[in-house]
């Protein structure tokens, strides 16, 4: 069991304690472990019970209990209080912004326990009438439950990348056609929001119907519109295509693309999609450069590629460096060393970018400017012993709510970058947001607009924003734009990234890491980048070192 798992379960444990009036002392407690699991440089399960005993944070009663759940698969304490609570709660209790103190008045004044009885009473104005609501309360858990219930049955592509890739292997081992087995689809197309795994393959429907009993990963196979649909044991659907060899390709083209793309290549072809030997070799015969999988979303893709104008996408091996990361200093899990030796040793790159919070992160233990200058002097050490390898000096600054930044201008003017950011106050209407960001941005001390929106994938809209005056002001102002490769962000959104190319914008393609292991974020940031039609060359952190610097120092100048 991973450190992520172990920490859903004291975190869920915390939910409960807290939803039954349990102790408040015990309620932070749990919760503290269950955050300091999930921030631990290493896996529990390599440590004895009495070394995770002596881990700070962590101590003897919740090492018995993390003991205990690696034994047994579970935590008694959990399962007893589990078996005491309304069945819906649980679910109700993953969605982001309804506590476990709301809940259970919730619960106690009106015996709601789901989602959409909960909708109805936000609805009929139930809500707002219990003790410490009020409308304003109403209608924001009203907005949240419509997002979730929008959401239902949806993933991000970074949750179910590895269930889609057992499932090829297990279909590449059992027809041993690997050659002619192939994603499609979204899946393929790399969409960042996903509601099926699509696979197409080189068989018949009774062939993949025993596949599927054997290898026990699918279960409810039924066939629909010539398809075999099931669903994977992590709970997405899987849709699975076959056809005969001959018409591989053609059938490739018909279901990785959207309606709108296959719309236009037909016309282009002007009849049905032909049986050919390769995907170009089809593209070719409507006169079209190849598209990638990734760009087939009817846009302009048709219109680039009969001019021969696709652009070269970028590759993970573009990559020279990663910006926009976070350490111990502040709410990272390792040393800004351990960050840079992973940088350059893992993933063999040029350069570290470090950017903790900034001071009115208090929550994410914001650095002062004391502390800001102490932590310059230990990268300036570190340049040394690890040279030709370079750590960036920079920070991410909170944009205040009157859109400035979080230091001075005589500190701000010392760092190499300065990545801008909101993370607090996020209920603003298009008008205050677009405003606060372009203020942010038009500060001569910004180089890169941090997640513009705000948002969290499935999780929260981001807040409402005027993209193409945020653009443009990015545009007047030299201002970088971050495509933010956490899978919970891709932001901002892949579908601005031709406007943003359009003004002569160049965008960076940062992990936002706050763990060795998120520094691998990088890929799905590129995936999207891809689907925007970015190439290496507008891309920041695919410069060189020398290049890089060359570009801070110029922009630091003017």
Request: net charge negative.
């Amino acid at each position: 069991m991973k450190n992520k798992a172990i920490a859903r379960e004291f975190k869920l444990l915390s939910q409960l304690l807290e939803f039954h009036g349990e102790n408040n002392f015990k309620i932070r407690a749990i919760a503290t472990v269950a955050d300091k699991i999930r921030k631990l440089p290493f896996e529990i399960k390599s440590k004895t019970h009495e070394e995770l005993s002596n881990v700070p944070g962590i101590g003897k009663s919740s090492a018995v209990k993390i003991k205990e759940l690696l034994d047994n698969g579970s935590i008694k304490e959990l399962d007893d209080i589990i078996q005491q609570t309304p069945p819906g709660i649980i679910s109700l209790l993953k969605i982001k912004g309804i506590g476990p103190k709301k809940l259970a008045v919730i619960w106690q004044e009106l015996g709601i326990d789901n989602l959409g009885e909960l909708w109805y009473a936000c609805k009929d104005d139930k809500i707002s009438k219990l003790k410490g609501f009020g409308q304003k309360t109403q209608d924001e858990l009203k907005s949240i439950i419509e997002f979730s219930m929008e959401n239902q049955g949806k993933f991000r592509y970074a949750d179910v990348e590895l269930f889609a890739n057992d499932i090829l292997n297990s279909l590449i081992k059992h027809f041993n056609e690997e050659n002619l087995i192939s994603f499609t689809g979204p899946f393929r197309r790399c969409c960042e929001i996903l509601e099926t795994i699509d696979i197409l393959t080189v068989t018949t429907k009774n062939e993949l119907v025993e596949w599927a009993n054997q290898s026990n990963i699918i279960s409810n196979i039924k066939e629909i519109d010539g398809q075999l649909h099931g669903t994977h044991q992590s709970g997405i659907s899987a849709i699975f295509h076959f056809c005969n060899k001959d018409n591989f390709y053609a059938r490739l083209i018909e279901t990785t693309g959207n309606a709108t793309h296959l719309k236009e290549l037909k016309d282009r072809l002007d009849a049905e999609i032909p049986a050919l030997g390769s995907e170009e070799a089809i593209y070719k015969r409507a006169g079209l450069s190849f598209i990638p999988p990734e760009l087939r979303e009817g846009f302009n893709e048709i219109e680039l590629a009969s001019k021969n104008n696709i652009p070269k996408l970028i590759e993970y091996s573009d990559f020279k460096g990663s910006i926009h990361n976070h350490s111990l200093w502040s709410d990272g899990v390792f040393s800004i060393e351990d960050m840079a030796l992973y940088c350059r040793d893992v993933l063999k790159l040029e350069y570290f970018g470090i950017s903790d919070h900034s001071k009115t992160a208090v929550y994410a233990n914001g650095l002062s400017i004391d502390r800001i200058k102490a932590q310059w002097k230990e990268i300036d050490s570190l340049n040394q012993k690890l040279a030709p390898f370079k750590i960036l000096k920079g920070i991410e600054s909170d944009i205040l709510s009157n859109g400035s930044l979080d230091y001075p201008d005589e500190i701000l003017a010392e760092f190499d970058f300065v990545v801008a950011s909101i993370h607090s106050q996020l209920s603003m209407d298009e008008k205050k947001a677009t405003n606060r960001l372009i203020k942010a941005i038009e500060n001569p001390y910004t180089t890169i607009l941090g997640h513009p929106t705000g948002r969290q994938l499935l999780v929260r809209r981001g807040y409402p924003i005027d993209h193409k005056k945020v653009i443009d002001a990015c545009a007047a102002n030299n201002v970088i734009i971050e495509i933010n490769a956490n899978p919970l962000r891709l932001d901002i959104d892949w579908r601005w990234v031709p406007y943003c190319l359009e003004k002569g914008i160049t965008l960076s393609i940062n992990p936002d890491a706050h763990h060795s292991s998120e520094l691998d974020y990088l890929k799905y940031g590129q995936l999207v980048a891809r689907k925007g039609g970015l190439s290496a060359e507008n891309c920041l952190n695919c410069l060189s070192l020398e290049e890089l610097e060359k570009q801070l120092k110029q922009r630091r100048r003017n």
